[in-house]
């Protein structure tokens, strides 16, 4: 059974920084592109950040390149996501997904940027 | 960037009613279009992958069509657990996608 388990979100001041983790389970995590979404309050589902398998290669969103951080560890099944420079619209429910179609999913992390 | 635009935004409709949402890109993604149901305090669900094959476990009312730039999705007759917000998304160019949302709202 495929498991993701999301940690590491918090209330945080703007500016401030956050490392989020997924632990992954369930399924040989070194062969899979990961990805973060996010879905902040009222607004659509936007995806962040991708990885690929070997963790050579990243992708982000516009409106984060430049302040996160995505990477994994493969002998741990992690995935890592290091969000500095937060800004109130990071605000948000943070999952992370398997591959680039999202049939898993975990319960999610919540980021509150607030003064 | 691939812009997904979803129609309409809101959809009011009774259950037993068929449900029609609509997707377009801003350029061709040829079928690589999936579409997933959210429900407030719940994780996404992946409905169906690749404009048109359902996702494992998803109801056979549960069907979507399109390539290349327009897509749909149908719910032949709506259930009240169908209720929700409906997302598409699309994986053909980085960065990834999603288009705003449809919610299906009971009429």
């Known amino acids: 059974e495929v498991q993701l388990l999301e940690s590491g979100g918090d209330l945080v001041q703007p500016g401030g920084s956050l490392r989020l983790s997924c632990a992954a389970s369930?399924?040989?995590?070194?062969?899979?592109?990961m990805s973060w979404v996010r879905h902040a309050p009222g607004k659509g589902l936007k995806w962040v950040s991708a990885?690929?398998?070997?963790?050579?290669?990243?992708y982000y969103a516009d409106s984060v390149k430049g302040r996160f951080i995505i990477s994994r560890d493969n002998s741990r099944n992690t995935l890592y996501l290091q969000m500095n420079s937060l800004r109130d619209e990071d605000t948000a429910i943070y999952y992370c997904?398997?591959?680039?179609?999202?049939?898993?999913w975990g319960q999610g992390t919540l980021v509150t940027v607030s003064s | 960037d691939i812009v997904l635009t979803q129609s309409p935004v809101i959809l009011s409709l009774s259950p037993g009613e068929r449900a029609t949402l609509s997707c377009r890109a801003s350029?061709?993604?040829?079928?690589?279009l999936a579409w997933y149901l959210h429900k407030p305090g719940q994780a996404p669900r992946l409905l169906i992958y690749d404009a048109s094959n359902r996702a494992t476990g998803i109801p056979a009312r549960f069907s979507g069509s399109g390539s290349g730039t327009d897509f749909t999705l149908t719910i032949s007759a709506l259930e009240p657990e169908d209720f929700a917000v409906y997302y598409c998304?699309?994986?053909?160019?980085?960065?990834?996608?999603f288009g705003g949302g449809t919610k299906v709202e009971i009429k």
């Open positions: 998304q699309q994986r053909s160019h980085w960065p990834l996608t």
């Open positions: 990885i690929s398998a070997s963790g050579d290669d990243t």
């Open positions: 350029q061709s993604i040829s079928n690589y």
């Open positions: 369930g399924f040989i995590f070194s062969t899979y592109a």
């Open positions: 997904a398997p591959g680039k179609i999202f049939d898993y």
